[in-house]
Nanobody
């Protein structure tokens, strides 16, 4: 299983980026898939994700209204559209997947079996 995250970069505050997570060896429509982020010296935290069926989708409070997660099954890829970026969004962003995550654990990084290497997002003020 491989999860290839891409799309990070340097952007000014207020700008936008679109992250992609291309999966191989698993089918994103049959897995819970999430984005996490980790800033330097900080813990890895949940950003957004889908439940396995896609029927349950939610966001961290800090990104609600600014970030949108989506899934394109034909490309076996999950996206994270990030708008109105802020300096505090600066972090390495990771995608994660797992075939069996109960709803109450969707925000826990320990619940995910597969991880990509991450892509760096830097937002300048």
């Amino acid at each position: 299983v491989q999860l290839q995250a891409s799309g990070g970069g340097l952007v000014q505050a207020g700008g936008s980026l679109r992250l992609s997570c291309a999966a191989s060896g698993l089918t994103v429509s049959r897995n819970a898939v999430a984005w996490f982020r980790q800033a330097p010296g900080m813990e890895r935290t949940y950003v957004a994700g889908f439940s396995r069926t896609g029927g349950y989708m939610y966001y961290a409070d800090s990104v609600k209204g600014r970030f949108t997660i989506s899934r394109e099954n034909a490309r076996n890829t999950v996206f994270l559209q990030m708008n109105s970026l802020r300096p505090e969004d600066t972090a390495v962003y990771y995608c994660a997947a797992s075939p069996s995550v109960i709803t109450s654990n969707l925000r826990s990084h320990n619940a995910y079996a597969y991880w990509g290497l991450g892509t760096l997002v830097t937002v300048s003020s």
